[in-house]
């Protein structure tokens, strides 16, 4: 059986679709992930898994740049918005870290 089924017309346009969806919605939890851990009090461990995010990312670029999409899902728009909001959803979880821990090292 032929993949590129997945690459003709609507049926590509849902996949880059719910690609997107994935990906953004992780970056909504890397939004809150720092804030979440900050409010727990039992000690566990965290995932962050980036590989969430950028699997889905190539999975749209590459079925919107085989099927030919422009405009918002074009390939380089898909691209450029997914590494941006992927790099700024992390840097926010850093800086987010390094705030609060640098206010509870001044507390002690």
Do not use: N, Q
């Not at 346009?13 to 719910?18: A, K, L, N, P, Q």
């Not at 728009?77 to 590494?83: C, E, Q």
């Not at 640098?102 to 507390?107: E, L, M």
């Amino acid at each position: 059986m032929d993949i590129l089924w997945i690459t003709s017309g609507w049926v590509g346009t849902i996949v880059v679709t719910i690609c997107c969806i994935i990906v953004t919605v992780k970056c909504i939890w890397m939004l809150g992930l720092p804030y979440a851990m900050l409010r727990s009090v039992d000690e566990r461990g965290w995932s962050i898994f980036p590989l969430i995010e950028f699997i889905p990312l190539m999975c749209a670029v590459f079925v919107s740049w085989t099927i030919g999409l422009t405009g918002w899902f074009s390939p380089k728009s898909i691209g450029v918005t997914g590494f941006v909001l992927i790099t700024l959803s992390y840097v926010h979880f850093i800086l987010v870290l390094i705030v609060v821990g640098f206010v509870r090292s001044r507390r002690k």
